[in-house]
């Protein structure tokens, strides 16, 4: 069973940096890819950036492409999202999800961390 839990968000000025942390308590992680995205007010969920199995593979949106990283440790069944240059538009409740191989959709979610950019 995958139970993820975030933490490290925070309240932040812009152009400041945050690291973000999501941990898995199973004993499956590196099994799962594993994707950051959030949820501003009166938004819709969006895409962040995933990274593949064995962390070899990453992909970001074109919104944060360049600010933001993503990575994975599997002896720690644990990926981050390292978040620099951060702008009040990145505010959100960010989620971190797992998808199994041969799964299209990610079916397992973390309760969520604030993010906060004040301008």
């Known amino acids: 069973q995958v139970q993820l839990v975030e933490s490290g968000g925070g309240l932040v000025q812009a152009g400041g940096s945050l690291r973000l942390s999501c941990a898995d308590s199973?004993?499956?992680?590196?099994?799962?890819?594993m994707g950051w995205f959030r949820q501003a007010p009166g938004k819709e969920r969006e895409f962040v950036a995933s990274?593949?199995?064995?962390?070899?593979?990453?992909s970001y949106a074109d919104s944060v492409k360049g600010r933001f990283t993503i990575s994975r440790d599997n002896a720690k069944n644990t990926v981050y999202l390292k978040m620099n240059g951060l702008k009040p538009e990145d505010t959100a409740v960010y989620y971190c999800?797992?998808?199994?191989?041969?799964?299209?959709?990610?079916?397992?979610w973390g309760q969520g961390t604030q993010v906060t950019v004040s301008s």
């Open positions: 199973g004993r499956t992680f590196s099994s799962y890819r």
């Open positions: 990274i593949s199995r064995g962390g070899d593979e990453t």
């Open positions: 999800a797992a998808r199994q191989r041969f799964v299209s959709k990610y079916n397992y």
